[in-house]
């Protein structure tokens, strides 16, 4: 009886140590959405080929914030991080959506266009657009919000929702595929 229990016991720690093993390489939890190699990140002040001359430094803030809350990665002001992400203001626009009967622009769209490259210290492609790569370095990103004046809304906090939207979506992009 004594015997039959200490074997059990033996191969409930054996099947322990089996299955155990076998997931050594498995991470748990968010961390496993990012690559285990990068540990900095470096974000130079986002260029900015528009009239609009405050997009490319709200931009590089937003896209700080969210690397900051929402990977482990840390951002750095050094060159020689791990990685760089760097990215360009190609176009911004404003345009009318629906009118009144006298032609007063009553919705308006505010939207932002954005090409990023992110690559290792390598000079290795870190964020591909597709599973199989294209040939293209950067990839495009655009993003659009919706303003109404009547009702005290301005291009300006229209665009800052843009650009917060635009850089959640730019650090999404910095997860490692399934």
């Given amino acids: 009886?004594?015997?039959?229990?200490?074997?059990?016991?033996?191969?409930v720690m054996i099947s322990c140590v089996v299955g155990a093993s076998g997931c050594a390489a498995y991470r748990f939890g968010s961390a496993s959405l990012f690559r285990p190699g990068i540990r900095t990140v470096h974000v130079p002040i986002v260029r900015n080929d528009t009239f609009r001359h405050?997009?490319?430094?709200?931009?590089?803030?937003?896209?700080?914030?969210?690397?900051?809350?929402?990977?482990?990665?840390?951002?750095?002001?050094?060159?020689?991080?791990?990685?760089?992400?760097?990215?360009?203001?190609?176009?911004?626009?404003?345009?009318v959506l629906t009118e009144t009967g006298t032609d007063d622009p009553r919705a308006l769209d505010a939207a932002i266009s954005v090409r990023a490259t992110w690559t290792g210290r390598g000079g290795e492609l870190l964020m591909?657009?597709?599973?199989?790569?294209?040939?293209?370095?950067?990839?495009?990103?655009?993003?659009d919000s919706r303003f109404v004046p009547e009702a005290g809304q301005s291009v300006d906090s229209a665009m800052q929702i843009a650009i917060e939207d635009l850089a959640s979506r730019i650090v999404s992009q910095m997860e490692m595929r399934w």
């Fill in 128 to 143: 591909q657009n597709a599973v199989t790569p294209n040939g293209e370095f950067a990839i495009s990103f655009g993003q």
């Fill in 1 to 11: 009886m004594i015997a039959n229990n200490r074997l059990a016991g033996l191969m």
């Fill in 54 to 95: 405050d997009l490319g430094v709200r931009l590089t803030e937003a896209i700080v914030r969210e690397i900051e809350d929402r990977t482990p990665y840390k951002v750095t002001g050094d060159p020689n991080a791990d990685s760089t992400l760097v990215c360009r203001v190609v176009n911004e626009s404003k345009r």
